[in-house]
């Protein structure tokens, strides 16, 4: 269903949009259902639920972004697994960044009104460097 190229922009469309730190946006890129587990964390839920957890993240931000080290399709290009590197910016520490490895699957929508809005996203990462830089919030 998904080319490699169509998938390799819509993996940088969705990471523009993160990485600009703007939680309104959030709609734009997640179903209105999505999941998401990051790490160890509890998980997060709808649209709401997704946009109220990344106000508190990007709240303690200067900048975040995400290089692309490897990208690979599953099922027609509708599984989407990322190996990446993380760079963290913080208001508190901003001298000092914190950049860690994460591996990120994504399960986008096929078809239908909510197409190509991930409706699925796991994160797997160490989170022990960035919760020190926040004082472990």
């Not at 160890?40 to 957890?53: D, F, K, R, W």
């Given at each position: ?83 990446l590197e993380i760079t963290f910016t913080f208001k508190n520490h901003p001298e000092d960044p914190v950049t860690i490895p994460s591996l990120t699957y994504f399960e986008r929508v096929p078809k239908g009104e909510e197409e190509g ?21």
């Open positions: 269903m998904y080319t490699q190229e169509e998938t390799e922009a819509w993996i940088k469309g969705f990471f523009d949009v993160f990485d600009g730190l703007d939680p309104s946006r959030m709609p734009s890129i997640f179903t209105k259902t999505a999941f998401c587990k990051i790490a160890n964390e509890p998980n997060v839920v709808g649209i709401e639920a997704i946009q109220n957890h990344v106000t508190g993240m990007f709240s303690r931000l200067l900048n975040q972004s995400h290089k692309l080290v490897r990208l690979d399709t599953v099922r027609d290009g509708t599984g989407i697994y990322a190996t809005k991930v409706k699925t996203l796991m994160i797997y990462e160490d989170l022990g460097p960035v919760k020190e830089k926040i004082g472990g919030h």
